[in-house]
């Protein structure tokens, strides 16, 4: 089980008593996962949720990225 106060660095979701939690690591500090979105978004902007930009903006950012570039925009 993970640590009862871990949160997704991407969505904010409450990790306790949850499994299956990826951790991935920027400048030595570890950042809680809870699924394969979070993971692929944290990994296009890690230096954004590392240095504690407003994870929502991010995330917003990212998926209207991703759907422009679907759209064939690019």
Known sequence: MNDP???CAVCGKDLA?????AHLYRDGKAFPLC???CVDLF???PKRFA???R????VE???AEIKWKNSGGG
């Open 55 to 58: 994870p929502q903006t991010v």
């Open 35 to 37: 699924c394969p979105l």
């Open 17 to 21: 008593n949850t499994s299956g939690v």
């Open 5 to 7: 106060t871990e949160s």
């Open 43 to 45: 990994q296009r902007a």
């Open 51 to 53: 240095d504690g930009e």
């Open 61 to 63: 950012e990212l998926l």
